[in-house]
C-alpha cells in the first residue's frame, strides 16, 4: 500500500515557526517518525510539501492517477482557504485524513472551519507530530491495510 503524506504552506519552517504553538520537531523528523511507522505497518510513504496551492491539487490528481490508498493531509492554512484542493479530493475520490499539529478548535475562530473534515474519512487535531502517526494509522485501519 502507497499511502501520500501532504503539507502545505508553512510546515518546511516547523521547528522554527512559532514553537510555543507548534513545537520543536522539524518536518524531516515527523517524516522519520512516519517512516518508521509506516515500516511498520507495510506502508510505502510519498512525501510532498509545498506553499503553493496548485502544487498540492496536482498532487492529489497524480496520487490518484498513480494508484495511492490514500493521503494524510496537513492543508495547513489552506485548510480554511482552498475550495480547489476540496474538489481535488472530491474529483480524485482518494481517501484521506486531515491532521493538525495544534487544536486548532482552540485557537482564532477563522481556524474552527475546515473545508476538508466534512470529506475526510477522519480528523486529528492537536497532538503534535503525534497527530501525523494517529492519522496515518487511522487511514491503514479504514482502508483495510
Known amino acids: 500500500m502507497r499511502v501520500l503524506v501532504l503539507n502545505g504552506p508553512n510546515l518546511d519552517r516547523l521547528g522554527a515557526r512559532e514553537p510555543a504553538l507548534y513545537g520543536h520537531a522539524t518536518l524531516a523528523s515527523v517524516t522519520a517518525s512516519l517512516d518508521a511507522l509506516a515500516a511498520e505497518l507495510g506502508v510505502t510513504l510519498e512525501h510532498f510539501q509545498s506553499a503553493h496551492e496548485g502544487a498540492l491539487i496536482e498532487r492529489v490528481h497524480r496520487a490518484c492517477d498513480e494508484g495511492l490508498a490514500g493521503a494524510v493531509v496537513n492543508a495547513a492554512s ?3 482557504t482552498s475550495i480547489g484542493l ?11 485524513v486531515e491532521v493538525h499539529l495544534s487544536n486548532v478548535h482552540a485557537r482564532e475562530a477563522f481556524r474552527h472551519h475546515s473545508l476538508l473534515a466534512d470529506i475526510a474519512r477522519g480528523t486529528v487535531v492537536g497532538f503534535g507530530g503525534d497527530s501525523y502517526l494517529l492519522g496515518l494509522r487511522g487511514l491503514v485501519a479504514n482502508i483495510g491495510g
Open 78 to 80: 489552506y485548510t480554511h
Open 86 to 96: 476540496r474538489d481535488a479530493f472530491l474529483a480524485t475520490g482518494l481517501p484521506f
